[in-house]
């Protein structure tokens, strides 16, 4: 999917997916509110979650492919890449690799 394509998918079905909830998918997870995170990715089309897990797969194996060639990569992705069964942190688990879930706190202003 391109990303105009991903644009106009998100301004087409943002209102009915996010209008409950009032926090951003990054707040969501950060507030360990993972079960209503998955609630929200899971009302979205099949051809959403498949493209994102596909999205999933091809991070965790480029982590992967970067981690063999001697390299110590840090990666970060967006929230909804962390939750369900087709998770960054899922898959990577087994592959074997342990998962530290870090966040970053902004100065409040």
């Known amino acids: 999917m391109k990303v105009e394509e991903v644009k106009t998918y998100y301004q087409e079905t943002k209102d009915s997916i996010l209008k409950p909830i009032t926090h951003t998918?990054?707040?969501?997870y950060e507030?360990?509110?993972l079960p209503?995170?998955?609630?929200i990715i899971?009302?979205?089309s099949d051809e959403f979650r498949e493209q994102l897990h596909a999205r999933n797969?091809?991070?965790?194996?480029?982590v992967h492919?970067?981690?063999l060639s001697g390299k110590k990569p840090f990666a970060?992705?967006?929230a909804?890449?962390?939750i369900g069964e087709m998770g960054m942190q899922v898959l990577m688990k087994q592959m074997g690799y342990k998962i530290r879930r870090v966040i970053c706190e902004e100065p409040r202003k």
């Open 25 to 28: 998918y990054a707040t969501v």
């Open 31 to 33: 507030l360990g509110f």
């Open 36 to 39: 209503v995170l998955k609630h």
């Open 42 to 44: 899971g009302k979205n």
């Open 57 to 62: 797969m091809e991070m965790v194996l480029t």
């Open 65 to 67: 492919r970067q981690i």
């Open 76 to 78: 970060i992705a967006g």
């Open 80 to 82: 909804a890449h962390y």
